[in-house]
């Protein structure tokens, strides 16, 4: 009997990509007709996981309110449990309350080690819920059990570019995006470090394993390791990994050859949403969903509709009305499109409204919006600035954000 554990880390701030998270969890963020968390949560239950639990912070409710309604029944015969768990409440003797929030991974998990004990799992899954991914956590559970692991990462095999270093908010130096494994054939894992500086990597263009912030612990190893954690000291990269290397554990790699995008930014989140206009996209809804590992959110496991028009294609969710011309988009649930207004490579979330004659390109456009006829969008940087949306610079040209706007009374 599968008595696995799996906890959804949910409480990043998601500072790169407001104003897209300014009222909202980062892992709540629209895309397509799901939302980022779903593509995760939706792996692990699909690979009959029976408790999956969401551990979240910054602007948790539009996250709660998701998980209600998309995921709201237990399975009897599974035993299917998904449920958030929210930072501990410290009662003070003045009748205030406050909370002991997560200060990193491996801090909110040790804040949690009360529910491991009472499920009583073989094993502990431990996965990001802010990433787009169409990982078979099945098969990655098979392969941790095929010898002794104390710990199996979910890699993906990166080619070196120049786009994945950043300049670090802690210390300012140039540093690479991700963690970085050395592993030797059999998938060991003799080396981890967490964002290495640029000085610290190879030529661009060189492979690289790339950990995915997904991981397959056992009980035991795992309960051993949050000993250390402390608020200081509170990440599986920077701390618990490195420390059970040292410590001689057995770390073995699952390399991922599907699709895995880290949206941390608006640039990179855009991106990913574009990816599903290619004619043979990489991130395929509807192949999952005949591998009967559908991404399932509010509304079911249907997958959004393809629609070409002049040899561009747009990927387009239920209850859309579409009276105007779109190239190269993504709307999400009941957009309604006006006569004679031309979209092109635009992202529309649920809810909104384009009145007729307006013209966007390279834009995002919030939640709830009713764009006002005859405007155009993407042309002009200051243009839009006057208009209070948000202007991102990327290699070529920008990208408009425009903010969400309130719900509409019916």
């Known amino acids: 009997m599968d008595t696995s554990l799996a906890f959804i880390l949910a409480g990043g701030k998601g500072d790169r990509l407001a104003p897209l998270t300014d009222n909202r969890a980062k892992p709540a963020v629209p895309f397509a007709r799901y939302r980022i968390v779903d593509h995760n949560l939706s792996a692990i239950i699909n690979a009959g996981v029976p408790k999956v639990l969401i551990l979240p912070q910054f602007q948790p409710l539009s996250l709660d309110l998701h998980v209600d309604k998309a995921y709201p029944h237990t399975d009897m015969h599974l035993e299917q449990i998904v449920r958030m768990v ?11 309350t406050e909370f002991t929030w997560y200060k990193g991974t491996a801090h909110a998990v040790k804040q ?4 491991i004990g009472k499920y009583d799992p073989n094993h502990v899954l431990i996965f990001a819920g802010d990433h787009i991914c169409a990982i078979d956590v099945a098969d990655m559970l098979e392969q941790h059990h095929q010898q002794r692991r104390d710990l199996t990462i979910a890699v993906e095999v990166r080619l070196l570019s120049e786009d994945d270093f950043e300049t670090s908010k802690s210390d300012g130096q140039l540093r690479y995006k991700y963690g970085v494994l050395d592993a030797n054939e059999d998938g060991r894992i003799s080396q981890f470090r967490e964002k290495p500086l640029r000085t610290e990597m190879g030529a661009v263009g060189e492979e690289v394993l790339v950990s995915m912030g997904n991981y397959i612990f056992h009980t035991g190893p795992l309960l051993d390791s949050l000993e250390l954690v402390t608020e200081k000291d509170n990440d599986f990269g920077k701390n618990v990994i490195p420390e059970m290397l040292r410590n001689n554990r057995d770390l073995f790699v699952y390399r991922f050859n599907g699709y895995w995008r880290d949206v941390g930014d608006i640039v990179s989140y855009y991106n990913a949403c574009m990816d599903l206009n290619q004619p043979n996209p990489p991130l395929d809804y509807k192949r999952l969903r ?12 249907i997958t959004p509709s393809r629609i070409e028009s002049q040899g561009k294609i747009s990927t387009v969710a239920e209850g859309c009305e579409i009276y105007g011309k779109i190239e190269n988009c993504v709307l999400g649930q009941n957009v309604v499109v006006g006569h004679g207004s031309y979209l092109k490579d635009c992202v529309v979330f649920p809810n909104s409204v384009i009145e007729p004659g307006v013209s966007a390109q390279n834009t995002i456009i919030d939640k709830n919006n009713i764009i006002p006829k005859g405007i155009t969008i993407g042309y002009h940087q200051e243009s839009d600035r006057l208009k209070q949306y948000t202007v991102v610079p990327r290699t070529e040209g920008y990208i408009v954000v425009v903010p969400r706007d309130k719900p509409r009374k019916k």
């Open 86 to 96: 929210y930072p501990r409440e410290i009662r003070r003797d003045e009748g205030g």
């Open 290 to 301: 005949a591998e009967k590992r559908p991404v399932t959110t509010e509304g079911g496991n």
């Open 112 to 115: 949690n080690t009360e529910l």
